[in-house]
């Protein structure tokens, strides 16, 4: 499976380099708008050509094998209206973002680095804020949870961890998919605690209490905090990156497929960095959610849960393991509880 990752990604590095430096950034560039219209047309263009260029491969991988293993209870109509849905969204913030630049650039030719930093580091926190509000409800839907008795369970185990939620929301998961999961997610009066019905369908309460004190243990860490400020930081890194590769020349909208590129790259770059601080940072909820809960039968037998319906590797190969994995593997999982308690 892990062919096909690499195989989409090749696909879109080559669409993008196939804009910067062949007749086809040309053909696509919509040259006769103004500088203010062709500049989100033509990043528009480029993401939407390369999705659908990526459609196939992505129907293999999130529809027809997802089906052949038992994972997907997906049909092809909904499964292309979240493609399209998720495609939208990627150009609507690809456009903004790239309309802010070149605008910046044209405003402020020498030294437009410093304003975008501080805007894309700004449009980051904002998304993080906000992005739960406004996106997750285009793919699922959520209700509060009908089982009082568990629903005041989690809010206790809440308040106890000092990361009190609004809400205890269940979300739809099962329309999708198998895989069971839960999650925190918003910041401040937003954040709220979401259970998938899959879990709740699949697991035991204990399992379930276990499943979201290791969120909790996120929040209590403050992981998605700290993740936020990471990524703001990668924002201004790669406005400094593009500053020095282009300088000026941001300003022209014909730039935009190379704009795009450079921050693909810089994305992977920074891919193996970024999963090792993540699966310290699962490490460390795994620990929270054994002192938490005090339940290790539960945490042992939620996790071989959640490997059997999520069909996880469970000895991927080590390279892959370092640069793809944001978590660590259910066998290194349960040697942590066993250390944790000798």
Known sequence: MYWAAAVDLAVEAGMLAAFVWSGMGNTFDPGSLPWWGRAPAYAAIVVAVSAAVRTPL????GFVRERRWGLSTQRLPSWAADRCKAAAVNVVLTSALLLALVALAHVLPAWWAAPAAGLFALATLVLAFLGPVLFEPLFNRYAPLQEEALAAELRALAQRAGVPVRDVLVQDASRRTRKANAFVSGLGRTRRVVVADTLLEQASPAEVRFVVAHELGHRRARHVLRGTMLAMGGAVAATLVLWAV?????????????????????????????????????????????????????????FRRLARANLSDLDPPRLLYLLLFTHPTPPERLAAAEAYYQ
């Open 246 to 302: 282009l300088g000026t020349r941001v300003a022209d909208p014909h730039r935009v497929p190379l704009i795009l590129l450079l921050g693909l790259g810089l994305s992977l770059a920074s891919l193996p960095a970024l999963t090792f601080v993540s699966r310290r940072w699962e490490r460390a909820a795994d620990r929270y959610s054994l002192e938490l809960t005090g339940d290790r039968a539960a945490y042992e037998s939620a």
């Open 58 to 61: 992505a129907l293999w991988r």
